[in-house]
């Protein structure tokens, strides 16, 4: 069984009570922006590349909010999902990653705990919640 791992962005507002979401052309699935983490890149910085592919905005990631796993039996993987609370620091909603993605919507809470339903406590818990994210980088043996 192939591992792999993903990270997602979850990009708050907190004026309006609404999370942004991204709606998935392959599945039609809502989800947060985010995608696989490619070789050579921490969780950090797949969660921030995947949020500018599929929204246009930069963010910077703070904590992480939710771990899950899952063995994905059709394709022999099994993933491991880290998600990541983000802050908007700039740019505009304009999806770059147009094969993939269909549209980038702010939805309220309720909306996004109908799609996200395995997070146990809805989205309003991973926003109470967080652990430190910390990137140690390149570890030189002495």
């Known amino acids: 069984m192939k591992e792999v791992r993903v990270a997602y962005a979850l990009i708050h507002n907190e004026e309006t009570q609404q999370i ?18 490619e070789p050579g890149e921490s969780l950090a910085e797949a969660a921030v590349r995947e949020a500018k592919e599929e929204t246009g905005l930069d963010v910077e990631v703070t904590t ?7 063995k994905l039996q ?12 983000a802050r908007l620091i700039g740019g505009e909603i304009q999806i770059q990653d147009t094969k993939k993605i269909a549209e980038a919507v702010w939805k309220s809470y309720s909306e ?9 406590g809805g989205i309003e818990s ?14 030189v043996p002495t």
Do not use: C, Q
């Open 126 to 139: 991973l926003l109470r919640n967080g652990i430190p994210y910390v990137d140690e980088g390149v570890i």
């Open 20 to 37: 942004l979401m991204v709606h998935n052309k392959k599945n039609g699935s809502w989800t947060l922006p985010g995608g696989l983490v």
């Open 74 to 85: 059709a394709v022999n993987e099994h993933a491991t999902f880290v998600t990541f609370k």
């Open 64 to 70: 992480i909010v939710a771990v899950n796993e899952a």
């Open 112 to 120: 996004v705990d109908e799609v996200m339903t395995y997070h146990p």
